[in-house]
């Protein structure tokens, strides 16, 4: 069903990754059977529906028991079977192999991993650092150093992909956005963030802005989608209410996927979206993220077994739930999440 839905302005097309257990064949040298790509076709790409109904591969326990802080680094387990193509030791290049237009400030960036064998090693929910060198005044190498979260599935082999938004001024942005085919980029990860540990939270609250959104992706894919080898029966309670808001309706990233998620799972994932500029016949929320919205969607103070993820740019954060520390580091709960009176570990900013 998405694999019919075309990106707004933008040849390409974006697909939930299996959710259906449906796989495209693409004409990517990159493809694998376990290709589960948000690339879908254009004129360029031939791409075939096929309805190969994929197979749960049982259990796949890979933090179970071994990771239940957030700050925990993420074990190697059975999961990772497949070669790990980055290091969190160590920057490396890899190879940009397309640029996809995504709307009018945003871009899909695939690069390529060593072999087709490889896969990020990226666990839910981590990022990576991408940096490049610049000369300091005084002819010493410094490096921009920023953070993104791949749009790619973790099982995905061979490739990665980041949607990245293009800043006028953005250093890193702008910086990615003038690269080339061919070109390479510096990037080292997992860098671990919240510890998804499957079955140990069943109410779920997002509340993101922008390209916020991607590490929530990341989560959501990791609870609904169905053809990944992890077990779903594990998550099969869990409820998800998303809250996303951009500047306009053309802003919003990954509309389509979000949408088919709340078709698919009309009672376990809900996402409300908000604009500051709204068009005519905006049916959504208008303005930022008050009081009243959080308490009228999210799961309360109270709720048993819940959590609430904020990503967003810093004053938003700021606003929700108030900035993290000096150095990255949760930092106090503040904000209009502080307020309404949730703990402090119910609340996890990306
Ligand atoms: C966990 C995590 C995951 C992220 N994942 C992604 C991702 O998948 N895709 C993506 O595009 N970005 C993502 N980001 C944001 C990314 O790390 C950079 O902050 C962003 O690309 C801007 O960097 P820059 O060097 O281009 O801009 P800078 O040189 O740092 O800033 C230049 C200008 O842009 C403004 N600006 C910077 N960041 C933002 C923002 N987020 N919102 C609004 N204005 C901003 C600044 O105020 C400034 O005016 C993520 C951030 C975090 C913390």
């Not at 088919?260 to 009672?267: C, E, I, N, T, V």
């Amino acid at each position: 069903m998405f694999a019919s839905r075309s990106v707004a302005s933008s040849s390409l097309r974006f697909r939930p990754l299996g959710m259906f257990g449906t796989r495209s064949t693409c004409s990517f040298s990159t493809n694998t059977a376990n290709n589960n790509s948000v690339f879908s076709r254009n004129k360029n790409w031939t791409v075939t529906a096929s309805m190969l109904v994929t197979t749960t591969v049982g259990a796949y326990f890979y933090f179970n028991g071994l990771n239940k802080g957030h700050h925990r680094a993420y074990a190697d387990s059975a999961a990772d079977e497949k070669p790990n193509a980055f290091s969190p030791q160590e920057f490396r290049a890899f190879k940009l192999k397309e640029v996809h237009p995504y709307n009018h400030n945003t871009s899909i960036f695939r690069f390529r991993l060593p072999t087709d064998e490889h896969v990020s090693g990226l666990h839910v929910a981590s990022c990576v650092f991408t940096r490049f060198p610049y000369k300091k005044k005084d002819g010493s190498t410094g490096y921009i150093i920023r953070p993104y979260t791949p749009i790619s599935h973790e099982e995905s082999q061979g490739y990665v992909e980041f949607m990245i938004k293009n800043y006028p001024d953005g250093k890193m942005s702008k910086h990615i956005h003038n690269l080339k085919p061919g070109d390479e980029l510096e990037i080292k990860g997992p860098i671990p963030k919240y510890n998804w540990d499957q079955g140990k939270v069943e109410n779920v609250g997002m509340i993101c802005g922008g390209t916020g959104i991607t590490p929530m992706l990341q989560l959501i894919r990791k609870i609904f989608d169905t053809d990944s080898k992890f077990d779903k029966t594990k998550d099969e309670k869990v409820k998800v209410t998303l809250i996303f808001t951009n500047q306009t309706e053309d802003d919003i990233l990954l509309r389509k996927e979000l949408d088919g998620y709340a078709k698919q799972f009309p009672y376990r994932f809900k996402v409300i979206y908000g604009v500051d500029r709204p068009s005519p016949g905006w049916k959504g929320h208008t303005g930022f993220v008050t009081k009243e919205l959080i308490q009228k969607h999210l799961p309360g103070p109270d709720a048993p077994s819940s959590v609430i993820f904020v990503c967003g740019p810093d004053p938003q954060l700021a606003a929700i739930a108030g900035p993290k520390a000096e150095d990255k580091s949760q930092g106090q709960l503040g904000g209009i999440l502080k307020e309404l009176g949730y703990p402090q570990d119910h609340v996890y900013k990306f």
